[in-house]
């Protein structure tokens, strides 16, 4: 999903729907060519060192931890909370887009 392309809230329930919440911890992020990503961090020891491991990161929006029902088929049914997540996507994407044309 790009935030480039008028996302759509189908769109973003299938990335979410696409997870396992009970596998792992997941971040939600934004790279610099606006692809949105939701990364098992598993890895990583903590969100620190799961940025540093991204050189194309631009954002991580949020981190959804394991077992609370935000990432999964359960979340991704749930319209307004994936509607909410969209919203915040396109202005933190909004944002970048406006200081990119000021700089």
């Not at 299938?14 to 598993?42: E, P, Y």
Request: a positive charge.
């Amino acid at each position: 999903m790009n935030l480039n392309n008028q996302p759509t809230i189908d769109e973003l329930a299938r990335l979410f729907a696409s997870r396992k919440d009970s596998h792992d911890d997941h971040i939600l992020w934004i790279n610099r060519a606006g692809d949105v990503r939701l990364d098992a961090r598993s890895p990583y020891t903590d969100e620190h060192a799961f940025t540093q491991a991204r050189s194309e990161l631009f954002a991580c929006l949020k981190m959804y931890r394991r077992g609370q029902g935000y990432v999964g088929k359960k979340a991704a049914a749930d319209k307004d909370f994936i509607s909410d997540v969209l919203q915040a996507l396109k202005a933190k994407w909004a944002f970048h887009q406006t200081l990119a044309k000021s700089a």
